[in-house]
């Protein structure tokens, strides 16, 4: 997997949009990027995925640089039940690979 | 689609004895699942992968006599933790990916909270 930097935590206030970022400049040309969350005591949930193009869906937009090594994730109108850790992972790209969590982002969302 | 269904979601057993928590994955079919441990406040940490009709592959400095993994079939992978000690007390989580979905990754059951008294 490629080396992800996230920060420690982020606080948004409900309504805006929170900005996740991540830092994987060791990734390569075909490893994609992951986001999952993990709201409390319960499992990872996907969020989105991309390779070069950035990408939107019902949950997020994932924005990547140009020399994909760095990611943003951004939620476009944050609600309360958006506080949970969020990771960025870039695992490689067999078949099988597994998925090696980092430390995530704890987001918490002001009400 | 891609559910992965994990049982029982919490369960206290004493310390001694062991218990099996149960990985489906329910409609798809799943050669490899993972297997994590959470401890609270931390992040989740690949205990071992399970693949179908073979041996576990287990990560450093997991013991492989103490917890078990079984994956008999493509829908059902199984976690033993064999004579549990408090310290065995933990969240653990399975994971599984559908191959037929190609690149949208992995999809992970909701836990089971153990606690060994």
């Known amino acids: 997997d490629a080396k992800t930097t996230q920060p420690t935590s982020m606080d948004c206030a409900e309504g805006r949009a929170a900005n996740l970022p991540c830092n994987h400049s060791t990734i390569s040309g075909n490893e994609y990027v992951y986001w999952y969350r993990q709201i409390h005591s319960q499992g990872p949930q996907y969020i989105i995925h991309?390779?070069?193009n950035n990408e939107t869906n019902e949950m997020a937009s994932l924005i990547i640089t140009e020399d994909r090594k760095s990611s943003t994730l951004i939620l476009p109108h944050a609600t309360l039940r958006d506080t949970a850790v969020y990771y960025c992972i870039a695992p490689r790209g067999d078949r099988d690979d597994k998925i090696i969590f980092g430390k995530g982002t704890r987001l918490h969302i002001l009400p | 689609g891609a559910v992965v269904s994990q049982h029982p979601s919490r369960v206290i057993c004493k310390s001694g004895t062991s218990v099996k928590i149960e990985c489906r994955s329910l409609d798809f079919q799943a050669t490899t699942m993972f297997w994590y441990r959470q401890f609270p406040k931390q992040s989740l940490m690949l205990m071992a992968t399970s693949n179908e009709g073979s041996k576990a592959t287990y990560e450093q400095g997991v013991e492989k006599d103490k917890f078990l993994i079984n994956h008999a079939s493509l829908t059902l992978s199984t976690l033993t933790v064999t004579s549990a000690h408090p310290e065995d007390s933990s969240f653990y989580i399975c994971?599984?990916?559908?191959?037929?979905?190609?690149?949208?990754?992995?999809?992970f059951g909701s836990g089971t909270r153990l606690t060994v008294v």
């Open positions: 991309g390779l070069k």
């Open positions: 994971s599984a990916r559908d191959p037929s979905r190609g690149n949208y990754g992995y999809t």
